[in-house]
């Protein structure tokens, strides 16, 4: 592990930091970078880093330091970089609250609970698994449903298994990752089964987790039953229509002691929902101006705690910009105002930011709701006398689309309000 | 006569588009055709994934006197796929000592199959 | 895979070990511990005996205690010529003395039972009138204004309601554990993991054969719950059935904290309370029970029959509440006997009594039965000293989070156990969980039961590897011993070593 642990506490910060993810510490270097002295990332777990070190496997930095990286690796470099340029990581330790005046609540296994003072805060707590309530799944409550991440922790950090013969729900890319990952611990994985007609992890995933070892994907099927009293024993699944409800009638039961469920993320927003931030309830993070800033000012935020990345990559990238206007107006300056809301139509899922400048240049993220080829992505006013296409030759939602929008692409463009719609051609 | 034409399939990574990519091949293996491909990233795919599949592995081994059990680690070059899971097994009961820095050789070759064991984190004595 | 007990035991936490020589003769044996075990254990330790209660599961109302609908009834639900409707009103006025003696949370929020048609008015007369001749206070017709002052959320189509303040919300379990702990340290022999294997009876005296060896008791207490009709035959008492009814229980998500304040019935049906919306004590909505017999004492399962049921059933009179922010779901089994009404009395077996049948109201009726039950001993001749050793009340556990910040620099600068958050979604401390641990906590959902961790959005993704730890450190016993529930509920296994086994993969 890198040895974080600062000296002592300072009294006053420029930027305060919550998670200690790659979001968090590439907001922190990027404080720094901008000017701001004193920098803290408070992290829960014993090192910094998130959820990339349990990721063990490589697929990550091809964007932001050009090479392959494993989970651990990526981790390691960005707590090196914030370290390296002189940021406080305080690990063990939890921001409890951030208090009107923007003093910070924090708990430390080092330090008790103390309040520091922040100039301003960054948000980067990352997400949580949707469970298994989520989407109900009937049946008996036994020990062995969990979800993958949670699998993912005891089989790569624990060392231990989750079971002996797993099935798995969901086809995102945790789940993919965890039936390879298991399957080389001498785990059986008896199939991954996906209640839409198509996959929801990369394709990349799809061959080297599924099919390289003969793991069978069942596309339009779910599971509609847990047995087992003290420990799961065997799964029902059955077909769905194009409803997307099961036929029972072509149900049949997988013999399994483990399920483990990979149905997506939710931004964790324990402290944006304390603080009364405004949440976009499409993305459950908070809304968020083109500099990340939350509706509290001075309050920034970035990464998954904002809205579900695909990669790590487009973390880095985003929180490099929350982080750099966190360390401007910790030093009094604001970002400037943006003009322009943003709104998600047609096949848009969500896009963030929520607004943005017609002055600048700006990356928007956003997701379609369902598979599309050959498709245009249209920003249009709400008059319609504006609209400006591009055209994307497929589209997928769980594939992030960046949007570069910018003044030249909007150099005719007059109103206070735009929209996007993903359309066929 | 015309020779006996077999066709495998594949998967294309490269993109999510997953293109089904069909490998046509003759005797000894001869690739005659390659259909199914948008790209010619894809073309080139299949071909590797015919003639020579290989992959990257990643895995963890036990960690003797460190703040945690188990040390991630990872291949210094991809390996035959045929391969990945004789090496996960060979590894399985190998244990080293803390401390480990990045990218240290934690096991050499194992199974001759021309990649080193690389330590994917740093792990202090805990 | 056992949960730890023997480690507990040696730290004098839980009850001590099966006597394994001279066989002492116990006053009093308690089969079951659920709520109405519980709460007769800990009435029994007021006096001078030795009382034993007996638990299948490896911990205190992990039966139908813990799937309960945490309601304290109002007083007027059930009719005033039944048992139960006698001891529902008087186990009702109990509650406050209780929780103030242990502790556990308790709120009289109240409750609205909903006319939505003029057909519907008739029926909340009568439980009007049934509840006054009861004595129940402060029961009030509202008007339509009046009940959409008060929830605003509920649906406009509402002509009336019957509100009754007295009803009120606690957890079934905190209830349950703080009843059992008060009761271990009173004296209460308290055997988990447990079950009775046979009963008989000599000269006067039971012989209890159990899992854990034989005990002998001149009382045997059936509060067996769903298994009271095994426990029953095995004395060679009167047959007595046992009718397994389901409900399911649909928690939400604490977004909708506030969304509703007082405990909403449907107007009754002749066969039915109907399908509530229930602000738990913690805050969160709930929403059930459905109520289907079932034949497997054991089946626990829920379905999407009932989950349709119940959303259809409340968004009638609900419209904001619907299945999205489902984040746990569970059923229980209330266990009826023929007639609907609570068994409770002794047999023709001398020395074995029953408290059986207890189904809704239950949990409200519990701190009652239990005084009835000593009545009932007392009439059959055991005799009752009172101890003047009694403690009533119980150390009050740390809630960290609802602590001022003052309290909070405090308590971490004395306790470095609580310099760590280990329960994101309900903000519990590793010293919260730590106490739990020492309190009798030896699983997961002994843990999650008494302190909330787990219990949460994440349901447990996050904490449960920490509480693992916890408990595997606490109880000495490896990462992998550890346990959701006891029994086979294991959570994760040791990973495969060797090679061997790797051949045929290859």
Redesign the interface.
Known sequence: MISSKPAHLQGVYDVVVAGGGPAGLGAALAAREAGAERVLVVDREKEAGGILLQCIHAGFGLHHFKEELTGPEYAGRVLREALEHGVDVLSDAYALDVLPDKRIKLMSAEHGVTLIEARAAVLSMGARERTRAAIRIPGARPAGVLTAGFAQRLVNLQGCLPGRRVAILGSGDIGLIMARRLTLEGVEVVGVFELMPYANGLNRNIVQCLRDFDIPLHLSTTVVQVHGRERVEKVTVAPVDDHLKPVLSKAWDVPCDTLLVSIGLIPENELSRQMNLRLDPVTNGPVVNSAMETSRDGVFACGNVVHIHDLVDFVSAEAGLAGRWAGLAAQGRRPPEDNVRLSAGENVGYCVPHSLSTEREHTVYLRVRKPMEQSVIRLSSSDGRFTVDKKVRYVFPAEMINLKVGPRMLQNFHGDALRIDVLPR | MTPSISTANYLCIGCPLGCRLEVDTAEEDRIVEIRGFSCKRGKEYAAQEHIDPRRNVALTVGLRGGALPRLPVKTSAAVPKARVLALCAALRDLVIDAPVRVGQVVAVNPLGLGADIVATREMGVG | MLCARRSLRSRGLVARPAPVTMPELLDVVIIGGGVVGCAIARELTRYRLRVCLLEKECDVGFGTSKANSGIIHGGHHSDPRSVKGGLEWEGNQLWDALAADLGFGFKRIGELTIALSEADLPVLENLLSRGRAKGVTGLEMWTAEHVRAAEPNLSQDIIAALHAPTTGVVNPYEACFCLAESAVRNGLDLRTETTVLGLSLADGIWAVDTSGGTLHTRFVLNAAGLFSGDIAALAGAPALAIHPRKGEE??LDKRLQGHITRVIFPCPSPVSKGILVIPTYDGTLMVGPTAHSVEDP?D?????A??DEVFSSVQRFAPGIC?RD?????AGLRAAADGDDFVIGPTSQKGFINIAGIQSPGLTAAPAIALRVVGLLRDEGLGLAPRDDFAPGLPAPVHFMSLS?EA??E???RD?R????SC??E?I?EGEILDAIGRGAKTLDGIKFRTRAGMG??????C??RCMELLARELDIP??DV???G?????????????A??AS??
């Open positions: 649909y928690l054991l626990l399962t829920t379905s999407a009932g989950s299945p489902v984040i746990a779901q569970f910040t909070q620099i308590l971490a600068e470095p609580y310099r760590r958050m994101r979604c903000f401390t959005r994440c349901q447990g993704g996050f449960a590897a990462f992998t346990t959701k529930r029994g086979g509920s294991w959570v994760a296994i040791p990973r495969l070593t060797g090679v086994q790797e993969h290859d």
